[in-house]
């Protein structure tokens, strides 16, 4: 069994700041991708950016410059730093991980239970 816990959402005003953090844990073997996708109100799950293993990236345009995503190999997080944020970042926003747990030879994919980020003034 492998958990993703998100962590660092919450309301914060137009132009403002916040960090999303999510650990990992259980019987994992090895964790390949990591990243974040979100969901607005009434909207499809559209991604934000990943991060493999080795620190390639891959990020939405529309957040370039503004988002920067990271991860700490040895402590299974992965992190998404969020700038100069506006209205229409709000969402829920869902940690995503393709993990392979101890006995098992195949990744399978890993969601977390989302956080919500709230900006309004």
């Known amino acids: 069994q492998v958990q993703l816990v998100e962590s660092g959402g919450g309301l914060v005003q137009p132009g403002g700041s916040l960090r999303l953090s999510c650990a990992a844990s259980?019987?994992?073997?090895?964790?390949?991708?990591m990243g974040w996708y979100r969901q607005a109100p009434g909207k499809q799950r559209d991604l934000v950016a990943t991060?493999?293993?080795?620190?390639?990236?891959v990020q939405a345009d529309s957040m370039k410059g503004r988002f920067t995503v990271s991860r700490d190999n040895a402590k299974n997080t992965v992190y998404l730093q969020m700038n100069s944020l506006k209205p229409e970042d709000t969402a829920v926003y869902y940690c995503?991980?393709?993990?392979?747990?101890?006995?098992?030879?195949?990744?399978?994919?890993?969601w977390g239970q989302g956080t919500l980020v709230t900006v309004s003034s």
């Open positions: 995503n991980a393709e993990v392979r747990t101890t006995g098992f030879p195949r990744y399978r994919e890993v």
């Open positions: 991060i493999t293993s080795g620190g390639s990236t």
């Open positions: 259980g019987s994992i073997a090895s964790i390949g991708a």
